[in-house]
């Protein structure tokens, strides 16, 4: 069964770079099948989409965020990884990774981390 | 920006039926934009509920259902039980690879 998994450092200073990463367990990331994506809750707020990465590394990020993010991925670790630079405190958030299904007439994040809390603190 | 609408919150009683929509700033919902609904109780993870507008992702019981209602897109629940008291999210997929969630919809069973 295939999971994910986020972690990384749940305390970054403002204006600094926030870096996480996903594993991919019991599965791979070279399927053609899926993309890889992360997804940001502030507390008490909504589901926000960031961006995703393919199993060839070519990326598509939200516009409200996309000079200021980096996603990579490692296919030999299945992992991929995200980068946040120049985070405020409206960056405050728990961040999910999730594993989009895409396909013909299919589009959906039908897997999920369970999810990491980053506090940017001043 | 295209904005994805959702009710903030909704009621319903044990047993009754309860139906959330997803609508767009400007435009209509159609299959085109791929639907898709998830589940989120307090503290955990979403949940995937349905997807491709009506197709129920797997252990989803069928008191779930999505469709088109008028130029929206919809979840209903029929015979709502305690354990859906939960926030509700909709995405729709925008094109481009690009997906956008809506603002959630709190649903409160009493």
């Known amino acids: 069964q295939v999971q994910l998994q986020e972690s990384g450092p749940g305390l970054v200073k403002s204006s600094e770079t926030l870096s996480l990463t996903c594993t991919v367990s019991?599965?791979?990331?070279?399927?053609?099948?899926?993309?890889w994506s992360w997804i940001r809750q502030p507390p008490g707020k909504g589901l926000e989409w960031i961006g995703y990465?393919?199993?060839?590394?070519?990326?598509n990020y939200n516009p409200s965020l996309k000079s200021r993010v980096t996603i990579s991925i490692d296919t030999s670790k299945t992992q991929f990884s995200l980068k946040l630079t120049s985070v405020t405190a409206a960056d405050t958030a728990m961040f999910y990774c999730?594993?989009?299904?895409?396909?013909?007439?299919?589009?959906?994040?039908?897997?999920w981390g369970r999810g990491t809390l980053v506090t940017v603190s001043s | 920006q295209t904005v994805v609408t959702q009710e903030p919150s909704f009621s319903v009683s044990p047993g009754g039926t309860v139906t959330l929509t997803c609508g767009l700033s400007?435009?209509?919902?159609?299959?085109?934009?791929?639907p898709s609904w998830y589940q989120q109780t307090p503290g955990q993870a979403p949940r995937t509920l349905i997807h491709?507008?009506?197709t129920r992702s797997s252990g989803v019981p069928d008191r779930f259902s999505g469709s088109i209602l008028g130029n929206k897109a919809a979840l209903t629940i029929t015979g709502a039980q305690a354990e859906d008291e939960s926030d509700y999210y909709c995405?729709?997929?925008?094109?481009?690879?690009?997906?956008?969630f809506g603002g959630g919809t709190k649903v409160t069973v009493l």
């Open positions: 999730a594993r989009i299904l895409s396909g013909r007439l299919v589009w959906y994040f039908d897997l």
């Open positions: 019991g599965g791979s990331v070279s399927s053609q099948t899926y993309y």
């Open positions: 990465i393919s199993n060839s590394g070519s990326t």
């Open positions: 400007s435009g209509s919902v159609s299959t085109d934009y791929y």
């Open positions: 491709s507008t009506n």
């Open positions: 995405v729709l997929y925008m094109g481009s690879g690009v997906s956008v």
